[in-house]
């Protein structure tokens, strides 16, 4: 049973920058596909960016691009989120997800292709 903790959450002001972890135990981290969602109140939960494991793909939605920047530290289990450049419309729960193996690229960014999820951690841009 894999199990996802996310960390790094907090208060910025607009243009400050905050890095995200989810760190990973109970599987093999290698090859699966990890993601970050974001979801605000009243919204459905939206997608963020991806590091499929399987080539090392990556990808970001439109609205982060260029500001956010997704990577991993295998020996850790580790995903992290750089996040630069943030603001307000930024601010939600963020949530890591997995799913142990390969994910179609078309599907990469619907959040029931994923299996597990964290618990999330609140990031608020003020303005």
């Known amino acids: 049973q894999v199990q996802l903790v996310e960390s790094g959450g907090g208060l910025v002001p607009a243009g400050g920058s905050l890095r995200l972890s989810c760190t990973a135990s109970g599987g093999t981290f290698r090859r699966n596909t990890m993601a970050w969602f974001r979801q605000t109140p009243g919204k459905e939960r939206e997608f963020v960016s991806v590091f499929r494991g399987s080539d090392n793909t990556i990808s970001y939605a439109d609205s982060v691009k260029n500001r956010f920047t997704v990577s991993r530290d295998i020996p850790k289990n580790t995903l992290y989120l750089q996040m630069n450049s943030l603001q307000p419309e930024d601010t939600a729960v963020y949530y890591c997800?997995?799913?142990?193996?390969?994910?179609?690229?078309?599907?990469?960014?619907?959040?029931?292709?994923?299996?597990?999820w964290g618990q999330g951690t609140q990031v608020t841009v003020s303005s």
């Open positions: 997800a997995a799913k142990g193996g390969h994910i179609i690229s078309s599907m990469l960014s619907n959040a029931g292709s994923y299996t597990y």
